[in-house]
Nanobody, 126 residues
Framework: QVQLVESGGGLVQAGGSLRLSCAAS????????MGWFRQAPGKEREFVAA????????YYADSMKGRFTISRDNAKNTVYLQMNSLKPEDTAVYYC???????????????????WGQGTQVTVSS
């Protein structure tokens, strides 16, 4: 099993940047593909980005391409989400998630992930 703890959320003005971190417990972090999802009030949880176990493959939702970058440091058991050019519609609780996945294309579906963090709030003011 793996436990996930997100950090780095906060309040930022539109056009600003934030970097979220997700620290994982355990010695087998490199077994897991990692994903970031978000959920705004009254909306369903949506896919943001995912990264393969090695970091060699990344996958983004269309609305995040070019603005968000997912990365990971397996030596630090941490996955990151760099968010630039933030918009008010990016306001949501952001969750990281993990799944044992050795393929090159990590899944974009929340239902495929087995472990979740508690979430971190990102608020973008206009």
């Amino acid at each position: 099993q793996v436990q996930l703890v997100e950090s780095g959320g906060g309040l930022v003005q539109a056009g600003g940047s934030l970097r979220l971190s997700c620290a994982a417990s355990g010695r087998t972090f490199s077994r897991y593909a990692m994903g970031w999802f978000r959920q705004a009030p009254g909306k369903e949880r949506e896919f943001v980005a995912a990264i393969s176990w090695s970091g060699g493959s990344t996958y983004y939702a269309d609305s995040m391409k070019g603005r968000f970058t997912i990365s990971r440091d397996n030596a630090k058991n941490t996955v990151y989400l760099q968010m630039n050019s933030l918009k008010p519609e990016d306001t949501a609780v952001y969750y990281c998630a993990a799944v044992v996945w050795y393929g090159s294309s990590p899944p974009p579906l929340a239902s495929r992930y087995d472990y979740w963090g508690q979430g971190t709030q990102v608020t973008v003011s206009s």
